[in-house]
Nanobody, 118 residues
Framework: QVQLVESGGGLVQPGGSLRLSCTVS????????MGWYRQAPGKQREMVAT???????NYADSVKARFTIFRDNAKNTLYLQMNSLKPEDTAVYYC????????????WGRGTQVTVFS
């Protein structure tokens, strides 16, 4: 069973930055398309960004030009650099493997809380 462990969240003021990390157990991380997702209170979980094994990236319109997804295959770690944070970015952030646009690993990790407040 693959384990997903997210970290790096916190409290930040609007305009601030955070870098999230996700470590993935197992030996096939480098072959996975990976993604970051988030869930705000009262809302459904949504895709934030994805990255293929070859490094191609895709972003939700709401985070384009502000967030950057990248990976370190030697460390089995996925990252999300978040800049110019807004209050609407407040959510619990999760990572997962993506297959045919669907996050497939279960269970999800515990996520990491990001709170952007004035």
């Amino acid at each position: 069973q693959v384990q997903l462990v997210e970290s790096g969240g916190g409290l930040v003021q609007p305009g601030g930055s955070l870098r999230l990390s996700c470590t993935v157990s197992g030996t096939f991380f480098s072959t996975y398309t990976m993604g970051w997702y988030r869930q705000a209170p009262g809302k459904q979980r949504e895709m934030v960004a994805t990255i293929t094994s070859g490094g191609s990236t895709n972003y939700a319109d709401s985070v384009k030009a502000r967030f950057t997804i990248f990976r370190d295959n030697a460390k089995n770690t996925l990252y999300l650099q978040m800049n110019s944070l807004k209050p609407e970015d407040t959510a619990v952030y999760y990572c997962n493997r993506v297959l045919l646009s669907i996050p497939i690993f279960r269970p999800w990790g515990r996520g990491t809380q990001v709170t952007v407040f004035s």
